[in-house]
């Protein structure tokens, strides 16, 4: 039961994400026909600067559990065993660590904006803490799929991001080509 809530809280962020991706892509198009033909959409870059932080931020948790985040496997890929798990978990811990001190620092600045009534300086003043919602939120997300990992390595399991080696040529390729390589 907690792993689908888990699986499904990630693909949530995951199509949040491409969501905002769209409206980016909304906001970037009425921008650029409206110079065209005369007609202003206010603070539309606020709007899209906003759009593509939190299309970022939430994407990130969907992109960790997938496997898909860029890795430097350099140097624990050519370790195996009980060294590989150490250092996996020691990994783990230093980014649960690390997106645990900006997950933090990122609700208290959303809740101070709730708090002082921060508003927006462009066209159309929004309060803040609507934006800053997708920051702090995909960190939390993020947060909380960092910690599954960890609970998950911790316990025996081998880390689900990692992909196994490509058994032949054509899966090399067919990597490539969905990576975009």
Avoid at 9 to 31: E, Q
Avoid at 77 to 101: M, N, P, S
Avoid at 151 to 179: C, F, N, T
Wanted: with cysteine; aromatic share 10%.
């Amino acid at each position: 039961m907690l792993r689908r809530s888990l699986d499904a809280l990630y693909l949530l962020s995951g199509y949040l994400a491409g969501a905002f991706l769209i409206l980016i892509f909304v906001l970037m198009m009425a921008l650029s026909i409206g110079r065209e033909i005369g007609i202003n959409v206010p603070s539309g870059d606020d709007f899209a600067s906003w759009c593509m932080a939190a299309m970022a931020f939430l994407g990130l948790a969907y992109t960790f559990k997938n496997g898909d985040m860029i890795r430097v496997g350099l140097l624990i890929d050519k370790i195996g065993g009980t060294k590989k798990r150490a250092l996996e978990i020691a990994c783990l811990v230093v980014g649960v660590g690390f997106v645990g001190y900006f997950s933090w620092y990122a609700v208290v600045m959303t809740i101070d904006s709730w708090r002082f009534d921060d508003m927006s300086q462009g066209v159309v003043a929004i309060p803040l803490w609507l934006p800053q919602i997708g920051y702090s939120g995909g960190l939390d997300i993020l947060l909380i799929a960092l910690v599954d990992e960890l609970v998950h390595v911790l316990s025996g399991g081998e880390p689900r991001y990692e992909k196994p080696p490509p058994a032949s040529d054509e899966e090399v390729i067919e990597r490539a080509m969905q990576s975009g390589v």
